[in-house]
């Protein structure tokens, strides 16, 4: 049902870039209609500021192209050309599309005539809003404005059938409520909510960056809570799934005792909330420091195709994000945890765990702030020192193993890493003739035959001791 509204003008005003009103000037001067749409236009019906300005006009691409001097083909085929304004910003500028065919993943377009078919194609009214930066008018045939101003996220037209077209719809809708703080239709909700098991179609790649966005979103805790509210947390997430509702005793308090429970993943979206958006590292190892171990938390960011950067530094520091380090540890075992997540990788750390007790006074926990601070300090220390926490950081290298007269082969990793190892224990062995006594010994008891333990085969009798344990 499409809600004819003539043009209207009222207080709002806009104020575009002057390239978006130069582009649609250009369009509309050689006889196309044009206006700019979604986002920008919501935004600043929102009073926000407005930062993709996208148009839509109804010339065709190779128009486009001919217009303007300095073009990129963005999308092509889907009717979109970047033009490049004079202050060096590409603007989206897309033909007026319908849809002919939707699969549930991506539709299949062609070109429209009118703009009243390209907002009938856009998901929720909120987005199909469109405003001439020229006759400064507002055209909103699916009472997005009023929506806007009610606080409220409806789909355009029936529910069901536009979640049936793109299954993205349902996490973009999640994503607009949360980050808006607007509440859900009751009919959009119920349609969303059928449709969540159909997420899971969805490329890898739509997933993640839906998630992105809600982790660059000032407050990304109420759209998180959303997905779980939802159901889409279990179809896309489960390992997050699984920390709703798991208890987590808040850290100690002063005098001991544990305070009240608390949810892991309730926990987990306080501390994201305290991360600045402009951290997405940060808010990632946030958001899985619950998982458990650095494998598990790399193979979440793996399957949503993560670059390697960031599944090497999530990694890193998600799995010790959660606890503290414990202020009576010994200096081994912090270098160790310093081992473990990377020199470079304490300042993040660190201030995974300040959000981490944060989270936790502002539920009530005293934690000893003190004993923190000075554990910190000596984390520090040990990271500033050139006392070796990585293999390339130690007084032996391969050349040396060479020089020893071994071949080069996957054994030395594992020397390097036994030596590390050591000397991690005890940095006093970090000379090179120490180095390669310890790796000629190791070296040496590595290639005597051990029996069945060594040849790779299972031990008789190893299985049943296991299992009595
Ligand atoms: P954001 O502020 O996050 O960029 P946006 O609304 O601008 O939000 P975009 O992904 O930039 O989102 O898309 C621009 C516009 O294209 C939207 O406002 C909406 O009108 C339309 N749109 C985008 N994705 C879809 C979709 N999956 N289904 C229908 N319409 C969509
Ligand atoms: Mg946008």
Not at 333 to 358: D, E, Q
Not at 361 to 389: K, N
Not at 439 to 459: H, K, N, Y
Request: hydrophobic share 40%; charged share 30%; net charge neutral.
């Amino acid at each position: 049902m499409m809600h004819r509204s003539e043009g209207e003008r009222g207080l709002f005003e806009p104020e575009p870039p002057r390239a978006v009103r130069w582009i649609a000037r250009t369009l509309e001067e050689a006889g196309y209609e044009t206006w700019t749409v979604g986002g920008a236009i919501r935004d600043a019906l929102l009073g926000a500021p407005s930062e993709d300005w996208d148009l839509a006009t109804r010339a065709k691409p190779a128009e486009v192209q001919r217009l303007f001097k300095r073009t990129i083909p963005v999308g092509i085929d889907h009717g979109t050309v970047g033009v490049l304004s004079k202050d060096g910003v590409l603007y989206e500028v897309t033909t007026f599309r319908r849809d002919i065919e939707t699969t549930g993943r991506h539709a299949v377009v062609e070109f429209a005539d009118s703009l009243d078919e390209d907002l009938a194609r856009r998901d929720f009214t909120i987005n199909a809003v469109a405003w001439h930066p020229l006759n400064k008018v507002l055209h909103d045939p699916f009472e997005g404005r009023a929506d806007l101003g009610r606080r409220v996220l409806r789909t355009v037209g029936e529910p069901r059938a536009r979640f049936a077209e793109d299954y993205l719809r349902v996490l973009r809708g999640l994503r607009f409520a949360g980050t808006f703080r607007f509440t859900i239709e009751a009919s959009t909700w119920h349609a969303l909510v059928a449709a969540v098991t159909h997420t899971r179609i969805l490329s890898p790649e739509r997933v993640r960056e839906e998630m992105e966005r809600i982790l660059q979103s000032p407050e990304p805790s109420r759209a998180l809570g959303l997905y779980a509210a939802s159901g889409a947390l279990a179809q896309l997430y489960p390992e997050l799934d699984g920390l709703v509702g798991r208890r987590r005793d808040l850290v100690r308090t002063r005098s001991g005792g544990l305070d009240a429970r608390d949810d892991w993943y309730a926990h987990s979206l306080r501390v994201i909330d305290l991360l600045s958006p402009e951290r997405p590292t940060l808010r990632w190892a946030a958001l899985l420091q619950g998982v458990g171990h650095e494998g598990s938390v790399a193979a979440i960011l793996e399957r949503l195709r993560s670059s390697n950067a960031r599944i090497r530094d999530v990694a890193a520091v998600s799995p010790s994000a959660a606890t503290l380090p414990d202020p009576d540890a010994s200096e081994e075992s912090l270098r160790r945890l310093l081992s473990a997540a990377g020199r470079v990788s304490l300042r993040t750390m660190t201030r995974l765990w300040i959000a981490n007790l944060r989270a936790d006074e502002a539920c009530g926990s005293r934690p000893d702030q003190g004993r923190f601070v000075t554990t910190c300090r000596r984390l520090r220390r040990i990271a500033r020192s050139d006392v070796p926490l990585a293999v390339s950081e130690l007084a032996i290298s391969g050349r040396d193993l060479i020089g020893l007269g071994y071949e080069p082969g996957p054994r030395f990793g594992e020397v390097l890493e036994h030596l590390l190892d050591r000397t991690l224990a005890d940095p006093t062995l970090n000379r090179n003739e120490a180095l390669r006594e310890e790796a000629v010994r190791w070296m040496s008891q590595q290639d005597r035959p051990t029996g069945a333990g060594r040849s790779g085969l299972p031990q008789p009798g190893a299985s049943e001791a296991s299992e009595t344990l």
